[in-house]
Structures are given as C-alpha cells and as structure tokens.
Nanobody
Framework: QVQLVESGGGLVQTGGSLRLSCAAS????????MGWFRRAPGKGRESVAA????????YYAASVKGRFTISRDNAKGTVDLQMNSLKPEDTAVYYC????????????????WGQGTQVTVSS
C-alpha cells in the first residue's frame, strides 16, 4: 500500500514557476515508478510526466516538455515536479501517482493516487 500527499500548488502569473512535491509512504517507494497527472476544468485527466523507480528514465507529455522537470529522492520518499514558464493552459489540479513496478509510463496504469493540488496560472 502506498499513500501519496501532494503539496506546492498555488496561484502564479504567466511565465512564473512552481514546484510541486509528493511525499510517499510505504516500503516499496524505491522500486515504484511515479507519475504526475493533471485535470483541467471541464477536461479529462491527462499525463504530465513519469519517472522510473531509479530516477534514470523520465517521460514528458509534449505540452510540457522543456518546461517541466520530474525528479525523485528515494531516500526521502519524495517526487517533485518543477514547472517553469507556466501558461494559463497549465491551470489544473495536479495529481501524484504510483504504479506497481519500476517502469514508468505516461499511460494511466497507476494504482495509487494523491488527493491533488491546485495550480492556477493567471494571464
């Protein structure tokens, strides 16, 4: 069982930056791939980024590539999402997710989810 708690959301102006953090509990964190997803108002959930259990492999959605960076600290049990050059279309609730196994994916095959944190980008 993995429990996830996100933090770091807020209101930022276009072009600004935010750093989201996800704290995970559970003994299997270091062998678990992690991902960040988001849901904008009136839209379905979409993938943002994913990272392998070791942190060596990362994937990004085309809409955020070059602006967002996913990272993890297995010693601390955390996975972060650094978001730069934010745009109004990045406004969404952002969710941290964990999947069984070390291989990351942008496909929604995740087993555990956090409660989400709101990110609002003003124009």
């Amino acid at each position: 069982q993995v429990q996830l708690v996100e933090s770091g959301g807020g209101l930022v102006q276009t072009g600004g930056s935010l750093r989201l953090s996800c704290a995970a509990s559970g003994r299997t964190f270091s062998t678990t791939a992690m991902g960040w997803f988001r849901r904008a108002p009136g839209k379905g959930r979409e993938s943002v980024a994913a990272i392998s259990a070791s942190g060596a492999v990362t994937y990004y959605a085309a809409s955020v590539k070059g602006r967002f960076t996913i990272s993890r600290d297995n010693a601390k049990g955390t996975v972060d999402l650094q978001m730069n050059s934010l745009k109004p279309e990045d406004t969404a609730v952002y969710y941290c997710a964990a999947k069984q196994g070390p291989v990351p994916t942008l496909i929604d095959h995740y087993n555990y989810w956090g409660q989400g944190t709101q990110v609002t980008v003003s124009s």
